[in-house]
């Protein structure tokens, strides 16, 4: 039987602190989704950075509904065309830094209200990874903690599906297949049986696992989880949704 179209493609947002590696991932991860789905897959860059460039400065406090809008509209647009569509940032990124920079929830209402409509799945980018320069783009190592406190503070306050990807390289790649295997399994049950074999194979090696403790805010909670994991082979995740 064939898939059934849906009204727009499926949206994955990739989210995460300066640095984090969220435009690495997507390149590397479009292309093994469209091999082993066999789906188009599309890029919606960060407007942020072309409108820095642009500039050649960091946006003001009035510039970050702008940001914000045209993320979003970029994001709507290749939904309406694509199968799948991989984010790298969304408005609720830009929220964060609005509240992070200049003290202000202004843009936070509209930007979950149009994540929890707009975007199917989050994959957050764990603090594992080295901090790197990056001309007037990036603050410094010491904002990557309080940002991402604030990404999961809107995650799982608004009841958000996410899920922590960690490691390094194709780890990392692997990690967020792993992610996102049940949603694309359970969207186009008739596709995909490379991606759906990868996934019955983790999970006949190790039982499914699912955490969300007190402390789940706390990256170091997290860290800890993965280390211990990584000794076994398997990268640590925390998954809400």
Request: aromatic fraction near 6%.
């Amino acid at each position: 039987m064939p898939d059934t179209a849906p009204t727009r493609g499926l949206v994955i947002a990739v989210l995460g602190a300066e640095s984090t590696g969220k435009s690495c991932l997507t390149q590397a991860l479009a292309p093994r989704l469209t091999a082993l789905t066999g789906l188009a897959c599309h890029i919606v860059p960060e407007y942020l950075r072309e409108w820095c460039d642009h500039h050649q400065r960091l946006p003001r406090e009035s510039d970050q509904a702008h940001i914000a809008h045209t993320q979003a509209q970029r994001i709507a647009e290749a939904a309406q065309s694509a199968a799948l569509v991989l984010a790298d940032t969304t408005p609720l990124m830009t929220a964060v830094y609005h509240r992070h920079i200049f003290a202000s929830r202004a843009l936070d209402a509209e930007a979950l209200a149009w994540q929890r409509q707009q975007v199917d799945f989050h994959l957050l980018m764990a603090l594992d990874l080295p901090w790197q320069a990056d001309g007037f783009l990036r603050d410094g190592p010491q904002v990557r903690a309080p940002v991402d406190a604030l990404l999961r503070e809107g995650l799982i306050g608004a009841g958000l599906p996410f899920a922590v990807v960690a490691g390094q390289g194709e780890v990392r790649t692997d990690a967020a297949l792993d992610a996102l295997s049940p949603l694309l399994r359970q969207r186009w049950p008739a596709r995909a049986s490379g991606l759906f074999s990868r996934l019955s194979a983790q999970e006949a090696a190790q039982p499914r696992w699912r955490a969300l403790c007190s402390d789940c805010d706390d990256p170091a909670c997290e860290h800890a989880a993965w280390q211990q994991r990584q000794a076994g082979g398997a990268v640590a995740s925390m998954q809400r949704g």
